[in-house]
């Protein structure tokens, strides 16, 4: 989509995106792969966060993020059934990543919403993904006092999948 495609679009119709990435994720979450080794589930999440940004942009897949966030925050069964209810599901080991997901899905987005090279959408989607660890990492390392362990837990199990999400985001986009 091009910028003055993403510019020329209605509220209503940037409303229904946000609503859309939204229920996808919430969707998406409810099939996670548990890993031994690691309280990380393997998830479609990532696919859809950098997918709600190069298609939504980075704002409004910003938006869906946080929206995403605060209903599951708030109780609703959005988050995957791995791992804590409500609020206490962003103090454990996966909550970095879910509070990455605003900042990755914009990155994403602002990196790769309005371009139309393949290359370029992959390397967006995956520099929205490197946020994503970022902030696992963060919080992992925090959790187990080291930052080995979190990336040895909390990356290199997810690396491989990860990037086939980012080449599967990108085509989808294109």
């Known amino acids: 989509m091009t910028t003055v495609a993403l510019a020329a679009r209605t509220t209503r119709t940037r ?42 942009g980075p704002i409004d897949a910003a938006v869906a993020m946080v929206l995403y966030l605060g209903l599951g925050a708030a109780g609703l069964p959005v988050f995957s059934p791995v791992g804590a209810p409500g609020i206490a599901r962003l103090l454990g080991p996966t909550g970095g990543y879910l509070l990455a997901w605003p900042v990755a899905a914009a990155v994403a987005g602002w990196l790769g919403a ?49 990037a086939v999400k980012a080449l599967v985001a990108a085509g989808v986009a294109g």
Do not use: H, K, W
Not at 15 to 22: K, P, T
Not at 23 to 47: M, Y
Not at 123 to 142: D, H, P, R
């Open 114 to 162: 309005n371009r139309e090279s393949f290359a370029t959408r992959s390397l967006a989607a995956m520099a929205g993904i490197f946020v994503m660890y970022l902030g696992g990492i963060a919080q992992l390392a925090l959790l187990s006092g080291s930052l080995g362990t979190a990336a040895v837990i909390g990356a290199l199990p997810f690396v491989a999948a990860d």
């Open 15 to 56: 409303a229904v995106g946000i609503l859309v990435a939204v229920a996808a994720l919430a969707l998406a979450s409810q099939f996670a792969l548990p890993l031994p080794g690691t309280p990380v589930p393997l998830t479609l999440q990532p696919l859809l966060v950098v997918l709600a940004g190069l298609v939504l």
